[in-house]
């Protein structure tokens, strides 16, 4: 089965469309003003609506409080939130049972202990991203779309017990291998379809796109 895609952290028309004409499956908005990929609710809005019945539209978020996410579920209609900050399966249950909406919880990934976390969301959260963890003392790091891949290697004590999405690092010269040594259900990428952080690069998408179909 082929992997399917999300191209994330798409700011403007232009980028959006790249990705939906190049076949992503999924399309994520970033709700996170440090990011330089952030967006409005009310820039989201136009975005949203030019994917709906092209891709699944995931909006990203980062410890969010309830207000943030009804006006983003208000002006976005999401076909998932990503929770991509400290969330705990109690607050992850919390918001699908309040917004009805389906959620994929991130978790950030060093050690084969860090992704044994995940299983404590089996059940609760409706999907499994995993992401690269920043090490202490990068400048800069954010929760997600640093550029940095791990070690896959340590996601082998939860193959075959959960699916998953993988992210971290991944480009066009990687994915393939990324799909065939972690078997993968997706794969989500940002920064490595980018000529500067937050500026997508409309040659990337494509490629990246195709050398995930390939694999």
């Known amino acids: 089965m082929t992997a399917l895609v999300k191209i994330c952290g798409l700011k403007t028309a232009e980028t959006l469309e790249a990705a939906l004409s190049a076949g992503a499956d999924f399309v994520g908005l970033v709700f996170y003003p440090p990011s330089p990929r952030n967006v409005t609710p009310a820039e989201a809005r136009p975005l949203a609506a030019m994917a709906?019945?092209?891709a699944k539209v995931v909006a990203l978020l980062v410890d969010p409080s309830d207000a943030l996410i009804e006006e983003v579920v208000a002006a976005v209609h999401p076909d998932m939130l990503q929770l991509h900050g400290s969330e705990t399966p109690e607050r992850v249950a919390e918001v699908k049972a309040r917004f009805g909406v389906p959620v994929m919880k991130a978790i950030k990934v060093e050690t084969a202990g860090d992704a044994e976390t995940a299983l404590a969301y089996a059940g609760i959260a409706d999907r499994i991203l995993?992401?690269?963890?920043?090490?202490k003392g990068f400048t800069g790091a954010l929760p997600g779309g640093n550029g940095l891949a791990f070690d896959w290697q340590a996601l082998e004590g939860v193959e075959g017990r959960l699916e998953f999405m993988l992210s971290g690092g991944l480009t066009v010269d990687t994915v393939a291998t990324a799909i065939r040594l972690t078997g993968a259900w997706a794969?989500?990428?940002?920064s490595g379809v980018e000529h500067s952080p937050g500026h997508k690069d409309l040659g990337l998408i494509g490629a990246f796109l195709a050398a995930a179909r390939a694999t």
């Open 130 to 135: 995993f992401d690269a963890k920043a090490p």
């Open 187 to 190: 794969v989500d990428v940002s």
């Open 52 to 54: 709906k019945g092209r």
